[in-house]
């Protein structure tokens, strides 16, 4: 896996926490433009991390789901952007292309069945998180995301929805973590695996890439609410700080998995190969 987060796309990655089994398919990518999607981060920062840009100057964020399976049962957190594609003059400015696709060939590379996931739970509702939910194919599943994500919910998923709270279980091992802000009823998932086992904790978009932890502040072009979007941010490094815990942040491209170190003033990233 890269070093160099947020260069590349990630591919399908996939290791054992425990009692579960973790696995990361990728459906697409979008690209960010840097000083536009973190207005208020400065030109030389990025400057001097070109080489963490791509050939056109964007970073480009990964795109997809995770699969946890526990015993013969399976969740999907977040369900990517979808069997679409939409060029740079069509996407809102802070954006370049985004594409998706990819979710069922790595599903099926994981030798995991649509009709087996059993539960798909969305940290928001945003275009890149809920592009398969409306796949005939997840009809039988709980679909779970927060209350204040259902009720600006403007898409669909192919089940029923059912709302979660803060702390609540609604998978075994996998736990609700409120971290609002970038929408109002943003989720994180902290996933155990087994009693008094490893922690992994699902960032969301808490953090677009691992280079914002360079200032905890700096707000995402599409936070809804910056001041909250700072106070989750925080809260997920404390918990990502916890010893031996295990971080996924589905847009940290080429570096998903990764866990939390503090070196300097700022904590960072390391990914995990």
Same mark, same amino acid.
């Given at each position: ?5 947020? +260069? ?17 398919? %990728? ?18 920062? @990025? ?8 050939? #056109? =100057? ?10 946890? #399976?526990?015993?013969? +049962? ?11 594609? *939409? ?14 696709? =990819? ?10 069945? @649509? ?49 979660? +709270? ?24 902290? *996933? ?43 809260? *997920? ?5 916890? %010893?031996?815990? *295990? ?19 700022? %904590? ?6």
């Amino acid at each position: 896996m890269s070093t160099a987060p947020n +260069r590349h796309v990630t591919e399908t990655v996939r290791f054992a926490l425990g009692t579960h089994r973790l696995t990361y398919l %990728p459906d697409g990518y979008v690209q960010l433009q840097p000083r536009a999607w973190f207005p208020d981060s400065p030109g030389a920062f @990025w400057e001097e991390r070109r080489g963490h840009l791509d050939d #056109e =100057g964007f970073l480009r964020a990964s795109v997809g789901a995770l699969l946890v #399976e526990y015993e013969d +049962r399976a969740l999907l957190l977040d369900t990517g952007f979808g069997p679409a594609a *939409i060029p740079a003059d069509r996407t809102i400015p802070p954006l370049g292309r985004i594409e998706g696709g =990819g979710l069922p060939d790595a599903l099926a590379a994981a030798g995991v069945a @649509w009709e087996s996931v059993d539960t798909v739970a969305f940290t928001h509702l945003h275009d890149d998180h809920v592009g398969w939910a409306g796949d005939e194919r997840l009809r039988g599943a709980r679909f779970v995301a927060s209350a204040a994500e259902w009720r600006g919910a403007h898409r669909r998923p192919a089940g029923q929805p059912v709302a979660v +709270r803060d702390g609540q279980e609604l998978f075994p091992g996998v736990t609700a973590l409120a971290t609002p802000g970038h929408t109002p009823g943003h989720l994180s998932y902290v *996933i155990r695996g087994g009693y008094d086992g490893p922690a992994a904790v699902v960032v969301g978009d808490v953090l677009h890439s691992a280079l914002q932890l360079a200032d905890l502040t700096w707000r995402a072009a599409s936070d809804l609410d910056p001041a909250e979007a700072v106070r989750s941010r925080r809260k *997920i490094v404390a918990e990502l700080s916890r %010893p031996g815990t *295990i971080g996924f942040a589905g847009h940290f491209s080429g570096a998903v998995f990764g866990r939390l170190a503090v070196s300097g003033d700022a %904590p960072r990233w390391h990914p995990l190969a």
